[in-house]
């Protein structure tokens, strides 16, 4: 009996044994570590770009700085790293301060900056300066591709050189007749803040170019400026002028926003046949958005001056003009001009040659239908009728025929098509001018009225010579 009351607290003590090693064996683990006495070096910090170089503040006891960006390392005895040595335009940059001696110290953490703009090396200059209303900008450079290569598909363009601010990119490129810049391989392009001027036809020969990033600065977008680009998506905070065409034939061009500055538009979105969407800033005064079509204020009242995405314009009888190119290159099929709209200031069918319905609105004074065409009446100096002129030819043209309608008197709108083979010019009209049927390159015949036609100036420019000469002996005025 003793001998199993001794076994039982045998067991209870080697119990009690292994509980408290446990026990021990906890505290000890909760144990913190032996402290690491070294010296820290502190992150880099105050990250900044001067003069070609990427600079950070000097921390004490670093030897050397490591310099991480897109996917390359790079080490530095300086507190500073050019920039010239990274392949990429634009790099997040990542820097730490180091020490050698493992024994008193230990790295710093990364600093980091982000999106660091390498300008471009090989670019050309030149000197220039502007006035802008009663503002002196003085002396500026303007920039263009010069020996720069574009490969890399990224293009950063520089904020300043020698101490002058880089404005606008430059109207010719560097042999003075080409654009300034020209690459199949450039796909993005960064503007830095500061920027004002984007030169005429200047990003016409990229045609791969894809994303520009515009900066609030940047104030005017002149014509063809970013033509046959492969842009599909544009934001125009701070622009206030947007000149003809400036993205004329970017097929791929979908969406745009323009900001509250803008005050000049003259359709800049001529044959993009994929834009769905333009957006206007609430705060914008001078242009809006209305059924896919941008109005804008000028002095003399509201103009149509764009269209998209859109097979039938009602021109709202709020709108006293449209502009000449405002339905150029559209998917317009069908237009209906109100009583109210008289405008002849421009030719607002120019280049357009898709119409298949026009409506004119009873009790027009000026616009009507006659035959396959919109006519108009023209008025002088007190109400003084003038004569009958063509707006346009509606529809296709039977067996390459179009027959002047009864009743005109002149022809200076722009008529010219390509598949303009006979044209028949009725007795009545007395002028044919303005490239009337210019650009009509399939023309093989003219047969003109025998007594009043008395002038003929550039009306057939592009046409085969013998397709529309000679004149006949009433023309005195050629």
């Known amino acids: 009996m003793k001998s199993k009351k001794l076994k039982i607290i045998m067991i209870i003590i080697a119990a009690a044994v292994v509980v408290a090693g446990g026990i021990i064996g906890g505290i000890l683990l909760l144990k ?32 050397y700085y490591v310099v991480m960006a897109d996917g ?47 300008e471009t090396p090989g670019l050309k200059f ?7 209303s009663t503002f002196e900008r003085g002396e500026y450079y303007e920039v263009w591709q010069g ?47 500061g920027f004002y001027f984007i030169a005429s036809a200047s990003f016409c020969l990229t045609p791969n170019l894809k994303t520009v990033h515009v900066p609030q600065s940047l104030k005017t977008i002149s014509s063809y400026a970013f033509a046959n680009t492969s842009i599909e998506k544009i934001e125009l905070p701070g622009v206030g002028i947007l000149n003809l065409s400036a993205f004329d034939n970017c097929a791929q061009l979908k969406e745009v926003y323009i900001g509250p500055y803008a005050t000049e538009c003259t359709n800049p979105f001529t044959r993009c046949g994929n834009l769905k969407t333009v957006t206007v800033s609430e705060e914008n005064p001078n242009l809006k958005v209305v059924d896919n079509m941008l109005i804008q204020n000028v002095k003399d009242g509201k103009w149509l001056v764009a269209v998209w995405d859109t097979a039938n314009v009602i021109v709202p009888d709020y709108v006293t003009g449209i502009y000449s190119y405002a339905l150029d290159g559209t998917t317009v099929k069908e237009i209906y001009i109100p009583a109210s709209f008289t405008d002849l200031k421009n030719d607002f069918t120019y280049r ?15 616009f009507f239908i006659k035959d396959n065409c919109l006519l108009y009446n023209e008025f002088g100096y007190g109400g003084r009728f003038m004569g009958v002129g063509i707006q346009c030819i509606i529809g296709k043209l039977v067996d390459g025929t179009f027959t002047v309608p009864e009743g005109v008197t002149f022809i200076r709108r722009s008529l010219g098509r390509k598949d303009l083979k006979i044209l028949n010019i009725t007795e009545g009209v007395e002028s044919i001018e303005d490239d009337a049927f210019s650009g009509s390159i399939n023309l093989e015949k003219v047969n003109y009225p025998e007594k009043s036609l008395r002038r003929v100036s550039g009306a057939f420019s592009g046409c085969p010579v013998e397709a529309y000469l000679p004149y006949p002996e009433s023309v005195k005025n050629v």
């Open 352 to 366: 357009s040659s898709n119409f298949e319905k026009i409506t004119v609105e009873e009790g027009n004074p000026v």
């Open 32 to 63: 913190p570590p032996k402290e690491d006495k070294r010296f820290k070096l502190s992150t880099p910090k105050d990250f900044y770009t001067q003069d070609g170089y990427l600079i950070w503040n000097n921390v004490s006891g670093a030897e």
């Open 147 to 193: 020996d720069a290569d574009l490969s890399s598909g990224i293009l950063v363009l520089p904020a300043e050189k020698d101490g002058l601010p880089v404005l606008k990119t430059s109207g010719y490129g560097k042999d003075g007749n080409e654009p300034p810049f020209k690459s199949d391989d450039l796909t993005e392009v960064y503007i830095p803040e």
């Open 126 to 132: 030149r000197l220039g300066s502007m006035k802008l």
């Open 72 to 118: 390359e390392t790079q080490t530095t005895t300086e507190n500073r790293i050019s920039l010239d040595s990274w392949p990429s335009r634009v790099c997040d940059f990542y820097v730490k301060a180091c020490n050698d001696d493992e024994e008193y110290y230990t790295h710093s953490d990364y600093g980091d900056i982000k999106e660091v703009m390498v």
